[in-house]
């Protein structure tokens, strides 16, 4: 199956900056999910979008599905040091195959 | 708390041989996945099982199989280690659904020379 890119693959910010991440698909989406992974950890869930349009915030983290369900979306008001580590977007299709993108490494200058 | 637990950090393995990442969740899920993690890569699904002794190929299974014989376990071999097979590898589960999260073991960093 092709891979979800997602853009950039790394990106510094200085503290305070904002920051998005986002995936894009040849394909229409479904079921999508966002996790995150800290340096040295393993990644953890932050979110799920199912609808076309929809958007959903966790504090400073806004989450959007694109009306086409080709693109999602992760941006980050006024980033902190406690954000740093690597974002994935996935998709969770029939019969529960669970597959990442190719994800963010987010790092920030305090 | 849902626990998967794989069974090492670190592993350093010859060419050819035979190894087998091994991977437990406490949880009772139905679904286990193995991953293997690259930079500039992401993750990449390599196998996958809804079931006992049911699995699904991933994105690449090639030079892998797996096994699950109880609900708990699911194992990752690699039949004959190869070089381009050093990676982190990933283990996950979740229970059936889409709308289910997936929770992630550790990660096993697995270097062949």
């Known amino acids: 199956g092709q891979q979800v890119m997602q853009i950039p693959q790394y990106q510094h910010v200085q503290e305070g900056e904002d920051f998005t991440t986002y995936c894009n698909s040849s394909?229409?989406?479904?079921?999508i999910q966002w996790y995150k992974q800290r340096p040295g950890g393993h990644p953890v869930f932050l979110i799920q979008?199912?609808?076309?349009?929809e958007v959903k915030k966790q504090k400073r983290l806004t989450f959007q599905f694109g009306e086409a369900k080709k693109n999602i979306y992760l941006h980050i008001t006024a980033t902190q040091t406690t954000d740093v580590g690597t974002y994935f977007c996935?998709?969770?299709?029939?019969?529960?195959?669970?597959?990442f993108g190719t994800g963010t490494r987010l790092a920030v200058r305090p | 708390d849902v626990k998967v637990t794989q069974s090492s950090r670190y592993l350093v393995k010859r060419t050819g041989e035979k190894v087998f990442l091994e991977c437990v969740q406490d949880?009772?899920?139905?679904?286990m996945f193995w991953y293997r993690q690259d930079p500039g890569l992401g993750l990449r699904l390599i196998y996958f099982?809804?079931?006992?002794?049911?699995?699904e190929k991933g994105d690449i299974p090639e030079g892998y199989s797996v096994s699950r014989e109880k609900k708990e376990r699911f194992s990752l071999i690699l039949e004959s280690a190869s070089t381009n097979q050093t990676s982190m590898y990933l283990c996950?589960?979740?229970?059936?659904?889409?709308?289910?999260?997936?929770?992630f073991g550790q990660g096993t960093r697995l270097t062949v020379v």
């Open positions: 996950a589960s979740s229970n059936r659904g889409l709308n289910t999260e997936a929770f």
């Open positions: 394909t229409t989406l479904s079921n």
């Open positions: 979008l199912v609808k076309s349009g």
């Open positions: 996935s998709e969770k299709s029939s019969g529960d195959k669970l597959t």
């Open positions: 949880m009772d899920h139905e679904n």
């Open positions: 099982s809804y079931d006992v002794k049911m699995k």
